[in-house]
């Protein structure tokens, strides 16, 4: 079975600096999506990047970036230019191809001080 | 505001009650799920409906009973419900069953059960 770990329970991270969210996937299959949520305080999920296992470039989205190491079973998130908004929990996801399931991590909770 | 709504925002029953949460998505989606989340575990996937036909039970109890009338709403009914049943209870949509699909979340109902 498929499994999500992140291993940070609580990051912090000053305004304008960068910060990196750990997440590492367990499974045996090749194709495969990963992904990045974001849930502020006011609770709505909301999708901050997507990554396709058959694609070798990283993912992009303006601040937002990863580091897909497939061969590691690593996909970490890089915020940069951090803004008070981004405080939130961050979920790591894993979707295989074949199955209708999303499966989550335990969640990060960020914190982002001025 | 990402589509999707949920109603109650907040819910208290008690153990012999019965109450039905409600989700609503505007985006013309044809799959729909629930999902529950309670505090530091994992996102469950509980239901999954693609036009209107239930694709996926993960294993949920016979009090959580799933509705899916058309589309657009899906209506989770609660009966006889366990103090461990309390939670955040979450919806989401998406345009298709794909994996690479992005699931739209709700803001959620947050139950508590007595």
Not at chain 2, 42 to 64: A, D
């Amino acid at each position: 079975a498929q499994t999500v770990t992140q291993s940070q329970p609580e990051m912090s991270v000053q305004e304008a600096e960068t910060v990196t969210l750990s997440c590492t996937y367990d499974t045996s299959e090749s194709d495969y999506y990963l992904f990045w949520y974001k849930q502020p305080p006011s609770r709505q999920m909301i999708l901050v990047i997507r990554q396709e296992a058959y694609k070798q470039q990283n993912a992009t989205e303006n601040r937002f970036s990863v580091n897909f190491q497939k061969a590691a079973k690593s996909f970490s998130l890089k915020i940069s230019d951090s803004q008070l908004g981004d405080a939130a929990m961050y979920f790591c996801a894993y979707r295989s191809a074949n199955t209708d399931k999303l499966i989550f991590g335990t969640g990060t909770r960020l914190q982002v001080f001025p | 505001e990402t589509g999707v709504t949920q109603t109650p925002r907040h819910l208290v029953m008690g153990m012999t009650n019965k109450k039905s949460l409600k989700c609503e998505q505007h985006l013309g989606h044809n799959a729909m799920y629930w999902y529950k989340q309670s505090a530091k575990k994992p996102l469950e996937l509980m239901f999954v409906y693609n036009f209107k036909e239930q694709t996926e039970n993960n294993s949920v109890p016979s009090r959580f009973s799933p509705e899916c009338p058309n589309s657009s709403h899906l209506f989770l009914h609660l009966h006889t419900l366990q103090p461990e049943d309390s939670a955040l209870y979450l919806c989401a949509s998406s345009q298709g069953q794909g994996p690479e699909e992005t699931q739209y979340f709700g803001p959620g109902t947050r139950l508590l059960v007595l």
